[in-house]
C-alpha cells in the first residue's frame, strides 16, 4: 500500500478532510510536497481520488459518472488519451453545444496553493469561466510542483519554443460561502481530481 493511500485513502469524504489537516499540522516541516497539495486542494473544496492504476482510475471515472448521473450527457474534452473513458461510458463529446461536464489532463498540480494549472493545450482558448461548471481532471503523481513559478519553467522545459498560450489555474472549486475578495474574479469549479500513481 501506498503512502498516499495509507493517510488518505481514495474516498472523498469530506468528514476526512479534518484528518489531512490535523496530520499536516502534526508533521510541520516534513509534509511532502504531494501532502501539501492535497491538503490545500480539499481546502479550496476540490474533491481528490488516489488511483494506483488505470483500471482503478477507469472505476472511479464510472463512480463519479454514477454520483452525478452523469450518464447520457453531452461531455467537453479535447484530449484524444482520453477519449477512451467516454467511449466506454457512451458520452457524446463529439459536437456538443451544452456539455455538463469538462473531462481534460492538466499542465501541473501546484502544491503551494492547491491549484490545477492548465494551458492551451487542454482549455484551448476557452476563457476558465466559459468551461462547463463541473470537470474532471486526469493527472500523475509526478506533475505535482511546488508552485506557479516552477509550473511556468516546466512547461517552458515541456514545449521548448512552441509554448502555449491561455496559460491558467483554477483554484477554487466551490463557491464561497461570504463574500471573499481573494476569489474576486475567479470562477468556481467542481472540479474531480484523479491522480495517477506512477
Known amino acids: 500500500m501506498s503512502l498516499f493511500k495509507k493517510f488518505f485513502g481514495n474516498a472523498t469524504d469530506p468528514s476526512e478532510e479534518g484528518e489531512v489537516g490535523q496530520y499536516a499540522a502534526t508533521t510541520g516541516n516534513t509534509v511532502s510536497l504531494d501532502e501539501r497539495f492535497i491538503v490545500h486542494f480539499r481546502k479550496n473544496g476540490g474533491k481528490f481520488i488516489y488511483c494506483e492504476s488505470t483500471n ?10 454514477e454520483e452525478n448521473d452523469w450518464f447520457e450527457c453531452e461531455t467537453l474534452c479535447f484530449d484524444p488519451s482520453l477519449f477512451y473513458l467516454l467511449n466506454e461510458n457512451k458520452l457524446q463529446f463529439k459536437e456538443v453545444n451544452n456539455p455538463v461536464f469538462f473531462l481534460s489532463p492538466c499542465e501541473n498540480l501546484l502544491a ?42 516546466e512547461i517552458k522545459k515541456k514545449y521548448n519554443k512552441d509554448y502555449p498560450s491561455n496559460i491558467t489555474t483554477i483554484k477554487y472549486f466551490e463557491k464561497a460561502k461570504e463574500e471573499d475578495f481573494l476569489q474576486y474574479g475567479s470562477c468556481a469549479k467542481n472540479l474531480y481530481l484523479l491522480l495517477l500513481e506512477e
Do not use: C, W, Y
Open 112 to 153: 503551494d496553493d492547491g491549484s490545477v494549472l492548465f494551458s492551451s493545450n487542454q482549455i484551448k482558448n476557452i476563457n476558465p469561466k466559459d468551461l462547463p461548471a463541473n470537470m474532471i481532471v486526469v493527472a500523475t503523481t509526478h506533475q505535482i510542483l511546488e508552485s506557479k513559478s516552477d509550473g511556468l519553467r
Open 56 to 65: 482503478e482510475l477507469r472505476e472511479q471515472f464510472l463512480n463519479i459518472l
